[in-house]
């Protein structure tokens, strides 16, 4: 059973037009993550949230924005996207705890034209 | 900060050859450490954590052991097969804690 889905799986959008990435959990998890992966890199956390409580990395751009309106779902939005924001998105849920990993989503994939 | 360093890849190894990845840590307090594999086009899965000083996480024949003297988490597999080939990270946090990654490492086996 898929836990943690996002959609869609493959994004194209145009240079400076927004998208919004979406991502849902069936875990019942309060924390969520999302990370951008470029080809051959590590993912780069973009932002988390504990509960709704929402948490910037420092050096994450302001393009880059976010919204979880319940437990289950939480977005990615990307107000004006640059050629240099091609890469996966994944997200990621965890309980509480530091003894517990974190379960990804199968990523999206954004191409920006 | 928290930072993972891990072996640069890629790893060629034939298959039923013996591998290991090695993946050192600094942390401050005592992380959970993890083993995610990649399959391309795929978002990451755990293959294997440890929680505490010298537990063995172990997984579909992959093992790491938490060593805290030698700040180490390296990973091993006694005979790899081609549905092995992947990219593995080593992580290191849980819960609330940012999970922080290192670089991943490419593993192609060949028949």
């Known amino acids: 059973d898929a836990m943690v889905i996002q959609n869609p799986r493959y994004q194209v959008t145009q240079f400076g037009k927004p998208v919004t990435l979406s991502c849902s959990q069936t875990l019942n998890h309060n924390v969520m993550y999302w990370y951008q992966q470029k080809s051959s890199q590590a993912p780069k956390l973009l932002f988390h949230?504990?509960?709704?409580?929402?948490?910037n990395e420092a050096d994450t751009p302001d393009n880059f924005q976010s919204r979880r309106p319940n437990t289950s779902f939480c977005f990615l939005d990307i107000r004006s996207p640059g050629l240099g924001d091609a890469a996966m998105y994944l997200c990621a849920t965890s309980r509480q705890g530091r003894e517990t990993e974190a379960f990804f989503g199968q990523g999206t994939r954004l191409t920006v034209v | 900060g928290d930072s993972v360093t891990q072996m640069e890849g890629p790893v060629t190894l034939s298959e039923e050859a013996f591998l290991t990845i090695n993946c050192t840590y600094t942390?401050?307090?005592?992380?959970?450490l993890f083993w995610y594999v990649q399959y391309p086009g795929e978002g990451l899965q755990l293959l294997l954590k440890a929680t505490k000083a010298d537990d063995k996480g172990s997984n579909k024949g992959f093992e790491a052991t938490y060593r805290k003297e030698t700040t180490s988490f390296h990973l091993e597999k006694g005979s790899v097969q081609v549905s092995d080939s992947a990219v593995y990270f080593c992580?290191?946090?849980?819960?609330?804690?940012?999970?922080?990654f290192g670089t991943g490492t490419k593993l192609q086996v060949i028949p």
């Open positions: 949230y504990y509960d709704k409580d929402f948490n």
């Open positions: 992580a290191l946090g849980g819960g609330y804690q940012k999970v922080t």
């Open positions: 942390a401050t307090g005592y992380p959970s």
